[in-house]
C-alpha cells in the first residue's frame, strides 16, 4: 500500500487527540475496519444488546402483556420523540417515533395538503400543486406522486436549490431533502421554509440524512412537518423506527390520511368512529414495533452530553480532512468529489464521482474501508462523528488511493484475500 504521508499521519494524531468527542468512540461496538458508511447503517452503540435482552427476557419473557403499562411501552412512541426532536431542534409533544419514512412522508404530504386546502376553501386560491426535490431519493417521490393523485394536486419536480423560486400561489405543499444522498449537498432550510411560508404554503422536511449530523433547528425555523429515519447517524439499527413532526400549531388541524387505533382519542373504547388524540400521537396508526423501538431508545443514550454544534463542527473537520487527503493521496483527475466545497452546502458525507466507482468500492471493501457505492459512478463516504476519527479518515484515503492506483493490498501480498489490510 502507498506510503503514508508523515504531515498528514502526525495531523491526524492531533486533531483525533484535540478531539472533544473522541471518548464517545467506545461507546460502539467497532473494530479494525473504517466504517465510513453511518450515512446508510450507523454502528451498533455498545448498550443496545444488554437492553435488547432485557427486554426479551424479563419484559416480554416475564412481563408479557403487563410491560405495555408496567414498562412504559405504551407511550415509547412520544417518549422517544422528544428525545430524537431534542437532536433536532424539537420542542416536546412534536415528534412521535413511528412506522418507516415512506409512510410518515404520506402522512405528512397528504395531511399538509389538507391543512391548507381546509384553511383555504373560503379563499380565491385554488392550492393543487406539491413541488418535489427533483433529485429526491426514489421513495419520497414515488410517495409524492400517490399523495398528489389522493389529493387532486399535480406534483412538480423541482431542483431543491430553485424551491424558494418555485413555490407560487397554486402551492400546497413543498418536500424537500435537507441533505441530498447522493451528493452530500446541504439544501437551505431556512431560507427555503420562509420561502414556502412566504407563498402561503407549507413545507415537508425530509431529515434521513442531517439528523444527528447537523443541527436543524425545525422550531426555530418555522419548519410544518418533518419526517426522518433512525438508523442512519441515531443508531438505531436496521429497520429501526422513524419519525414524524408536526409543529404544535399545525396539530389541531393534522388530518392524517392513515387513520389508526393508536392515534384515536379513545384506543380502547373501540369505537366505529374516529376521533383523533390530541397532539404528536396524531402521528401515530397501529400498534408499535417495541423491539425496535426500545433497541432505539438505548441508542439514543450515545447523545447524553452531546451538542449538535460540536458534532457539526468535527463533522465539517473530518470531511475538509479527507479531502485534503484525497488530494495528496489520489492521482489528480481520477476522482471528482461531486459534494460542496463550500460548509454551508455540504453535509456530512463525501460523495467522489469515480469511472470504476463499483469495482472500486468492493476493493476498498475488501480491504478494510467500508463505504458505499451508489450507480452509475459515486463513491460515497459517510462520516460519524461520534465514532469517526481523522486517523481512519486518513487512512481510508490512502487505501483508496492504493486501490486507485491497482496497488496489490497487504492481504493479495499475503495470499490471504479478505484480511484487512
Not at 405495555?68 to 417515533?97: F, K, L
Not at 427533483?134 to 389529493?151: M, N, Q, V
Not at 415537508?204 to 447517524?233: E, M, N, Q, R
Not at 383523533?276 to 452530553?305: K, Q
Request: glycine share 10%; hydrophobic share 45%.
Amino acid at each position: 500500500m502507498s506510503e503514508p504521508n508523515a504531515t498528514l499521519v502526525e495531523e491526524a494524531a492531533k486533531l483525533d487527540a484535540a478531539d472533544e468527542l473522541r471518548a464517545k468512540r467506545a461507546d460502539f461496538v467497532l473494530d479494525d475496519t473504517v466504517y465510513l458508511d453511518g450515512n446508510s447503517l450507523g454502528a451498533l452503540p455498545a448498550a443496545v444488546p444488554a437492553r435488547l435482552a432485557d427486554v426479551v427476557a424479563r419484559e416480554w419473557g416475564q412481563l408479557r402483556i403487563r410491560s405495555w403499562e408496567e414498562s412504559g411501552w405504551w407511550t415509547a412512541p412520544e417518549r422517544i420523540g422528544d428525545r430524537v426532536g431534542r437532536i433536532v431542534g424539537a420542542a416536546a409533544g412534536q415528534v412521535v417515533v413511528t412506522d418507516s419514512t415512506s409512510v410518515n412522508v404520506f402522512k405528512a404530504l397528504v395531511g399538509g395538503v389538507r391543512i391548507v386546502q381546509a384553511r383555504d376553501v373560503s379563499r380565491d386560491v385554488s392550492r393543487d400543486e406539491i413541488l418535489v426535490d427533483e433529485s429526491t431519493f426514489p421513495t419520497d417521490g414515488y410517495i409524492a406522486e400517490s399523495a398528489a393523485r389522493l389529493t387532486g394536486c399535480t406534483l412538480r419536480p423541482v431542483p431543491a436549490p430553485e424551491m424558494a423560486a418555485a413555490v407560487g400561489p397554486r402551492t400546497a405543499v413543498a418536500l424537500v431533502n435537507h441533505v441530498d444522498y447522493r451528493t452530500g449537498r446541504l439544501h437551505d432550510l431556512p431560507g427555503t421554509t420562509a420561502a414556502v411560508h412566504a407563498a402561503g404554503a407549507l413545507v415537508v422536511w425530509d431529515l434521513c440524512h442531517s439528523a444527528g449530523a447537523l443541527p436543524v433547528g425545525l422550531d426555530a425555523h418555522g419548519v410544518d412537518l418533518a419526517v426522518g429515519c433512525t438508523y442512519k447517524y441515531l443508531n438505531g439499527g436496521p429497520g429501526s423506527p422513524a419519525y414524524l413532526y408536526v409543529a404544535r400549531e399545525h396539530q389541531p388541524r393534522f388530518d392524517s390520511p392513515l387513520p389508526g387505533w393508536n392515534s384515536h382519542a379513545d384506543p380502547f373504547g373501540m369505537a366505529p368512529g374516529y376521533t383523533p388524540a390530541d397532539g404528536a400521537v396524531r402521528g401515530r396508526v397501529g400498534t408499535p414495533d417495541i423491539l425496535s423501538m426500545l433497541a432505539l431508545e438505548a441508542a439514543l443514550d450515545v447523545w447524553d452530553g452531546v451538542s449538535t454544534a460540536a458534532v457539526r463542527a468535527k463533522s465539517l473537520a473530518l470531511t475538509d480532512f479527507f479531502l485534503r487527503c484525497v488530494d495528496t493521496y489520489v492521482p489528480a483527475g481520477r476522482v471528482e468529489s461531486v459534494t460542496p466545497a463550500a460548509h454551508e452546502r455540504r453535509g456530512s458525507q463525501i460523495a467522489l464521482r469515480c469511472a470504476d466507482a463499483g469495482e472500486v468500492m468492493a476493493e476498498l471493501i475488501r480491504r478494510g474501508v467500508v463505504g458505499d457505492f451508489r450507480r452509475p459512478d459515486v463513491l460515497r463516504f459517510g462520516f460519524t462523528p461520534l465514532y469517526t476519527g481523522f486517523a481512519d479518515t486518513e487512512r481510508a484515503a490512502r487505501v483508496l488511493a492504493a486501490v486507485l492506483a491497482g496497488e496489490a493490498g497487504e492481504a493479495d501480498e499475503a495470499g490471504a484475500p479478505g484480511e484487512v489490510a
